[in-house]
């Protein structure tokens, strides 16, 4: 990570405009203010640029780029840029970076990036030696695998291992080769897929079968980036919280309905800031919902809880975090190279750390408002925002038309309209 002696601790950042916001972001960060111009719509994606990631464009979509803060990583502070239209969850994921910051903020660990592609051999007469000739054929394997990404292998990644399964369907017994990839600090699909797709003929003739599908898997267990944190048990709001907060995910762990929910929690994290960094978070959340299948078949948590001997509460992410700095969006847009410039990571590893260190934080924040007041009092607040926005207010108008739908009880569209009306006649 870059050397910058960032504070993320910008208390107020929430009362300033976005003008002062850039400029603190800049001045803490070291990333110089003008780099942040792309963050202005009209000086973001480009149509033109647009056109070239994706068929018959028509535009860009934009979102908000909102920045989470309080965070302390591996002992070092950091502003992490989120893409999400959900209001609350910025709030919500500073609020608990807050919290863990007590106790010393987040320490992560993770995998070498390993990324695995499947070779999928049919009408295999003998399966149990297929496998066994496979084996024995490895280094000519990964030889052929390696002569495709030169440039990986300079930078110190490549096929690594060959590992053979036998998947047994309703239809017949299929023999799979895994080429295990070290892809470094890249996202990785393309450079496994190419691999894959350049050693299939000779994994089907070892195999004695015909060779059919060539792709990567994006169940990547094993690429996988752990977060822990200890949530100080009287900032939390004391010890009977921490007791509520430890029956809030034992719920999770033990019942499918509510892990699906604690997940898309944690996601709400996650997916904002693989977004903002131009990373595929279709990859990330295929990842994170296949790991959060356990050995027994079971859906559950991605994240566990427990107290630990001071009564404070312990919190543990692990997943699968397949993100890159280089491939994809990640170069091509010119928000992701803001945000990964505001969060100086160096290698895909720091950038993995960062993600899944916010998906606790947005867990945790989650969690402790479900145990406490409920989430209604405080995403109401935010949605009563979207409400009188989307009924023309502006300016200062906003502010008195949420205070108003707040007041009455009433956040609903046509309140909103209603209530923006007498302000406009009254004045
Ligand atoms: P890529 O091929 O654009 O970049 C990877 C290549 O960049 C490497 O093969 C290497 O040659 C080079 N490289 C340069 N510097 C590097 C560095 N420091 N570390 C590693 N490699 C470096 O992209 P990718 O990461 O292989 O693939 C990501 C893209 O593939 C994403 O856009 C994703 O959406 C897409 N994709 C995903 C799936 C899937 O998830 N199922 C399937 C197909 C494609």
Same mark, same amino acid.
């Given at each position: 990570?870059?050397?910058?002696?960032?504070?993320?601790?910008?208390?107020?950042?929430?009362?300033?405009?976005?003008?002062?916001?850039?400029?603190?972001?800049?001045?803490?960060?070291?990333?110089?203010?003008?780099?942040?111009?792309?963050?202005?719509?009209?000086?973001?994606?480009?149509?033109?640029?647009?056109?070239?990631?994706?068929?018959?464009?028509?535009?860009?979509?934009?979102?908000?780029?909102?920045?989470?803060?309080?965070?302390?990583?591996?002992?070092?502070?950091?502003?992490?840029?989120?893409?999400? *239209?959900?209001?609350?969850?910025?709030?919500?994921?500073? @609020?608990?970076?807050?919290?863990?910051?007590?106790?010393?903020?987040?320490?992560?660990?993770?995998?070498?990036?390993?990324?695995?592609?499947?070779? /999928?051999?049919?009408?295999?007469?003998?399966?149990? =030696?297929?496998?066994?000739?496979?084996?024995?054929?490895?280094? *000519?394997?990964?030889?052929?695998?390696?002569?495709?990404?030169?440039?990986?292998?300079?930078?110190?990644?490549?096929?690594?291992?060959?590992?053979?399964?036998?998947?047994?369907? /309703?239809?017949?017994?299929?023999?799979?080769?895994?080429?295990?990839?070290?892809?470094?600090?890249?996202?990785?699909?393309?450079?496994?897929?190419?691999?894959? *797709?350049?050693?299939?003929?000779?994994?089907?003739?070892?195999?004695?079968?015909?060779?059919?599908?060539?792709?990567?898997?994006?169940?990547?267990?094993?690429?996988?980036?752990?977060?822990? =944190?200890?949530?100080?048990?009287?900032?939390?709001?004391?010890?009977? !919280?921490?007791?509520?907060?430890?029956?809030?995910?034992?719920?999770?762990?033990?019942?499918?309905?509510?892990?699906?929910?604690?997940?898309?929690? !944690?996601? @709400?994290?996650?997916?904002?800031?693989?977004?903002?960094?131009?990373?595929?978070?279709?990859?990330?959340?295929?990842?994170?919902?296949?790991?959060?299948?356990?050995?027994?078949?079971?859906?559950?948590?991605?994240?566990?809880?427990?107290?630990?001997?001071?009564?404070?509460?312990?919190?543990?992410?692990?997943?699968?975090?397949?993100?890159?700095?280089?491939?994809?969006?990640?170069?091509?847009?010119?928000?992701? /190279?803001?945000?990964?410039?505001?969060?100086?990571?160096?290698? =895909?590893? /720091?950038?993995?750390?960062?993600?899944?260190?916010?998906?606790?934080?947005?867990?945790?924040?989650?969690?402790?408002?479900?145990?406490?007041?409920? !989430?209604?009092?405080?995403?109401?607040?935010?949605?009563?925002?979207?409400?009188?926005?989307?009924?023309?207010?502006?300016?200062?108008?906003?502010?008195?038309?949420?205070?108003?739908?707040?007041?009455?009880?009433?956040?609903?569209? *046509?309140?909103?309209?209603?209530?923006?009306?007498?302000?406009?006649?009254?004045?």
């Amino acid at each position: 990570m870059t050397t910058t002696s960032t504070t993320s601790r910008l208390a107020g950042l929430r009362d300033r405009t976005v003008a002062e916001r850039r400029r603190l972001i800049a001045e803490n960060t070291g990333v110089e203010l003008a780099r942040l111009d792309v963050l202005e719509p009209v000086s973001g994606l480009q149509v033109e640029q647009a056109n070239h990631l994706i068929e018959n464009v028509i535009g860009v979509m934009s979102l908000p780029v909102g920045v989470a803060t309080n965070f302390t990583i591996n002992g070092r502070d950091v502003l992490v840029p989120m893409a999400t *239209e959900e209001a609350s969850v910025v709030a919500a994921a500073s @609020n608990a970076a807050r919290i863990a910051r007590v106790r010393g903020g987040f320490t992560t660990s993770s995998t070498a990036p390993l990324m695995q592609a499947q070779v /999928q051999v049919l009408d295999v007469v003998d399966p149990e =030696a297929a496998r066994a000739r496979l084996l024995e054929a490895a280094d *000519e394997i990964l030889r052929l695998a390696n002569d495709q990404d030169p440039l990986l292998i300079r930078l110190g990644g490549g096929a690594r291992e060959l590992l053979v399964r036998l998947v047994r369907s /309703q239809v017949q017994t299929y023999v799979v080769a895994h080429l295990v990839v070290d892809v470094r600090d890249a996202m990785g699909a393309n450079a496994v897929n190419t691999m894959a *797709e350049a050693v299939a003929s000779r994994v089907g003739e070892i195999a004695g079968g015909r060779p059919l599908l060539r792709i990567l898997t994006n169940k990547a267990d094993l690429r996988v980036t752990r977060a822990r =944190a200890v949530f100080d048990a009287e900032s939390l709001g004391g010890p009977e !919280i921490v007791d509520n907060l430890v029956h809030a995910a034992a719920l999770a762990e033990a019942d499918p309905y509510r892990a699906a929910t604690h997940n898309k929690g !944690i996601m @709400n994290g996650i997916t904002a800031v693989v977004l903002a960094t131009g990373n595929d978070t279709r990859a990330v959340e295929a990842g994170a919902h296949s790991h959060a299948v356990g050995p027994d078949g079971r859906y559950t948590s991605l994240s566990h809880y427990e107290k630990d001997a001071d009564g404070d509460l312990v919190g543990v992410l692990e997943l699968p975090m397949p993100v890159g700095l280089v491939g994809g969006a990640t170069k091509a847009h010119p928000v992701a /190279q803001a945000a990964l410039a505001i969060l100086g990571v160096t290698t =895909a590893q /720091q950038l993995a750390d960062v993600i899944v260190a916010t998906g606790l934080a947005q867990n945790l924040a989650a969690m402790r408002a479900l145990a406490t007041e409920g !989430i209604q009092r405080g995403h109401m607040s935010l949605h009563a925002r979207n409400i009188a926005v989307t009924a023309g207010a502006s300016g200062d108008e906003v502010d008195k038309v949420v205070a108003r739908l707040i007041s009455d009880r009433a956040i609903r569209s *046509e309140h909103a309209e209603k209530v923006l009306a007498e302000l406009r006649a009254a004045q």
